[in-house]
């Protein structure tokens, strides 16, 4: 048996061998683990990838679906606003202010769907304020101002002067020669002033119509001067006589007709009706004058006229910024009524106004108009009395003045423009507005 040594460098090499290879062995199985993990995180990236595309694609599908329904939306306002447009009345430029043009989407009607939306789109608009007549000076009951407000109460207290002076020439003779007359020739001079307070009260029961009230108190006063021409009479004869009481007691109806929309006047129905409370003229005896033949005057004056009468008439408004243009047409009837005559009818009345209001600015206006009325003849027991047609003609010229949101001072001016018609009248108002909402 034959035993070999092996040497010491031997063992060396062959023990750096072995960890070569160990070493060798190691790394290789390592970067064969560490390849397999980079496969398994790059197919889970793919894997991620894909399913973010396919949930990019669902969402663009829904915001694909969305634009539809929004475009659809967006058809369905423009005809509603089209709608809207055409049943509301075109908006007016307002003084110192933007205008308001309403666009219309012509192919809004060709592109509207089937059906409506159940249920309102958006939120409604704002509720604009219904139209009111313009503010204009009061001239007359039936020409000026602004209807009362729903559940408001105006309470008008008003002071009313009158002015008449006339001469007249009564003649009771024949004529003998061209300018020549033989007989009674009375020459007269008639002057009366007449002071009359008023309280009234206006009502709104709707924003278009208002009710009036209106009680007087009544001071007449009147001066006679006379002496017949062809009588002894020295010096001028004057009688004085003045009386005082309640006058004749007046209902008011006032309705705007329409809107005043598309270019057209506002129309305002007014009826006015008087009832004879006060001193009629005919209850008051006359007395004879002394020491002048034929002569007599009543022992005082009357207060109210005697009679009822109701007077309808039609007021436009036609606002042009700055300025409104007013016309109003009227007719009075005059009911008949017993006297110690007789049957006394008086004659019926037809009038005619118009002018214009001006506004100087947010407060203070006037305006400047002309009133005709023509009075038809009397009768008395079926007989026309001859000569009893009157003509009243006046210029009127108004002023008013916004004090605050509850009080307005307001003067108008009358001048009388025929011979029937009082020289000058004057009145003054100041009404309070009461809100009893």
Known sequence: MKIKFVSSDFLLRRAIKGVIFYLLFFFV?????????????????????????????????????????????????????????????????????????????????????????????????????????????????????????????VVEPSLFYSYYDNNRVFLDAYTFLPAIAIGLID????????????????????????????????????????????????????????????????FAGRYQLNSGSDGLPIFIA???????????????????????????????????????????????????????????????????????AGKFDPGDTIGLSFGLGFGINERSSFSLGYQHRHVFDSDLDGNTITGSTLDIGQLLVGYSYKYSKKSTHNLSLSIGTTNDAPDVSLEYRMPFTFDLN
């Open 29 to 153: 199985n390592r970067s064969y683990a560490e390849a397999g993990a980079q496969n398994d995180d790059l197919a889970q990236y793919k894997k991620l990838i894909a399913e973010q595309q396919k949930e990019f694609v669902r969402q663009r599908q829904i915001i694909v679906e969305q634009g539809k329904q929004l475009e659809q939306m967006k058809l369905r306002l423009d005809a509603l606003a089209n709608q809207t447009v055409q049943n509301q009345p075109p908006v007016k430029q307002a003084a110192n202010g933007p205008q308001v043009v309403a666009a219309r989407n012509t192919n809004a009607q060709s592109a509207l769907p089937d059906r409506l939306p159940s249920r309102p789109v958006g939120q409604p608009p704002p509720e604009t304020k219904k139209p009111r007549p313009p503010e204009i000076p009061r001239v007359s009951q039936t020409v000026g101002g602004v209807l009362t407000r729903k559940n408001n109460l």
């Open 187 to 250: 020459v007269r001079q008639i002057k009366q002033h007449t002071l009359m307070g008023f309280l009234g009260f206006r009502y709104g029961l709707t924003d278009r119509l208002e009710l009036e009230f209106r009680a007087p108190y009544v001071y007449r006063t009147q001066e006679q001067r006379a002496r017949p021409l062809l009588e002894q009479a020295a010096i001028d004869k004057a009688f004085n006589t003045d009386g005082s009481d309640i006058g004749d007691l007046q």
């Open 270 to 340: 007014n009826l006015l009706a008087t009832a004879p409370t006060g001193k009629s003229p005919f209850d008051i005896p006359l007395v004879q004058a002394v020491g002048i033949p034929g002569f007599s005057f009543p022992a005082e004056m009357p207060t109210g006229a005697g009679y009822f009468s109701v007077q309808p008439s039609i007021t436009a408004l036609y606002p042009t910024d700055p300025a409104v243009f007013y016309g109003n047409i009227s007719y009075n009837y005059n009911a008949e009524t017993s006297t110690n």
